[in-house]
Nanobody, 124 residues
């Protein structure tokens, strides 16, 4: 199965920026959509953003629209999440995963394997 390694998290002040990366272990990565998810303490995992295999289609949950940008580099087997104007409520562990498909906020995971994620902490 595809191994995914998230990186780029850290601690920033509100209004700051971070760029998350998700590196996949297989070239088949380019055949699938990719999604970013996040889980804050005591909350369920949330679907944050997605990008189609070609990069031509994207989805964002309402709370991050206009602040976050998802992109991918299939040659590098990597998907990115540029996060600007960060808010304390963005604090969470961020995960990426491969998607069989997505239509808006509805998605199907390729598999239920999750990496370790990367911690994002935004202080006020």
């Amino acid at each position: 199965q595809v191994q995914l390694v998230e990186s780029g998290g850290g601690e920033v002040q509100a209004g700051g920026s971070l760029r998350l990366s998700c590196a996949a272990s297989e070239r088949t990565f380019s055949s699938y959509g990719m999604g970013w998810f996040r889980q804050a303490p005591g909350k369920e995992r949330e679907f944050v953003a997605a990008v189609s295999w070609s990069g031509s289609l994207t989805y964002y949950t309402d709370s991050v629209k206009g602040r976050f940008t998802i992109s991918r580099d299939n040659a590098e087997n990597t998907v990115y999440l540029q996060m600007n104007s960060l808010k304390p409520e963005d604090t969470a562990v961020y995960y990426c995963n491969a998607l069989r498909n997505f239509i808006g906020s509805d998605y199907r995971l390729l598999n239920d394997y999750w990496g370790q994620g990367t911690q994002v902490t935004v202080s006020s």
